[in-house]
């Protein structure tokens, strides 16, 4: 075991990460490695300004300080959402060309639930695609309906909270200008349009998906739809984070 003397010497010569990995191997180790002294020493490499107090800025010890401001917190936690799908309800509709071909009120609670049971008839990779684990939010077309591959297909989508009677943009008239035929998807996006509380977060889509069957009469230039579906895989990836992103939109 060394002697205190020789650590007492040898830990001002570590990087900040490995002085606290020694605090781990022994309590001898622990006690001298929590002299402030060699703390003050690695906030000097990264902060030298700070030393010119005569206590370290909030945190009361050098210690406290280098474990709360030398790494950046990665995969924090984030707290309880403040909206739920219960109090939420969607208003979605779909024209091609200016003629209306589906208009829904869809509960937020179904949006949450999704497709309990996929229909028969539709391919194996759209299959995958919908068991993937990022969170989607994908609802029946009820009544199924019919697209023209040769005319321009749009959607709009507005989210109401029934708890205080606003209303919020998702979606205004974007076109399906992408339709992938080998996924059997139809894709439409738009930026969202967010509170102006938030004015340094930019740059994030809503992605409406019209989900086809896979069906013969794709060659013939018809879109059977049987599913849509709301996503936000930008930057949205489990339900609570889709909760936060829609607390973030601008409510009227």
Same mark, same amino acid.
């Given at each position: ?43 000097? +490499? ?7 107090? *005569? +206590?370290?800025? =909030? ?7 280098? &474990? *709360? ?16 799908? $219960? ?5 979605? @509709?779909?024209?091609? $060309? ?6 829904? =009120? ?39 309906? *019919?697209?023209? =591959?040769?005319? *321009? ?70 879109? @059977?739809?049987?599913?849509? &579906? ?23």
């Amino acid at each position: 075991m060394f002697t205190e003397e020789v650590l007492k010497n040898v830990f001002p010569l570590l990087e900040g990460e490995d002085l606290a990995a020694c605090m781990g191997v022994s309590k001898q180790w622990r006690h001298v490695a929590k002299d402030d002294f060699y703390w003050k020493c690695q906030c000097a +490499k990264k902060w030298p300004s700070v030393c010119k107090r *005569t +206590k370290p800025p =909030l945190t009361g010890t050098y210690y406290k300080m280098f &474990q *709360t401001c030398s790494k950046r917190r990665l995969n924090r936690t984030l707290p309880p959402p403040r909206l739920s799908f $219960e109090n939420l309800e969607f208003f979605v @509709d779909i024209w091609s $060309e200016d003629k209306p071909v589906y208009s829904g =009120l869809i509960p937020g609670l179904a949006m949450e639930t999704g497709i309990k049971a996929l229909p028969s008839g539709i391919s194996n990779v759209l299959r995958i695609h919908l068991a993937k684990p990022d969170y989607k939010m994908v609802v029946p077309a009820e009544p199924r309906f *019919t697209i023209p =591959l040769n005319q *321009t297909v749009s959607v709009s989508m507005l989210v109401g909270r029934n708890d205080s009677d606003k209303v919020a943009r998702i979606i205004n008239r974007s076109v399906f200008e992408y339709i992938d035929r080998s996924s059997y998807r139809a894709l439409a996006f738009e930026y969202l349009d967010l509170s102006p509380y938030y004015p340094f977060v930019s740059g994030i889509r809503a992605w409406v998906s019209l989900l086809f069957m896979d069906a013969e009469n794709i060659n013939d230039g018809v879109l @059977d739809v049987f599913g849509i &579906q709301l996503d936000f895989c930008d930057v949205a990836e489990t339900k609570e984070e889709v909760l936060w992103l829609l607390d973030m939109l601008d409510w009227k």
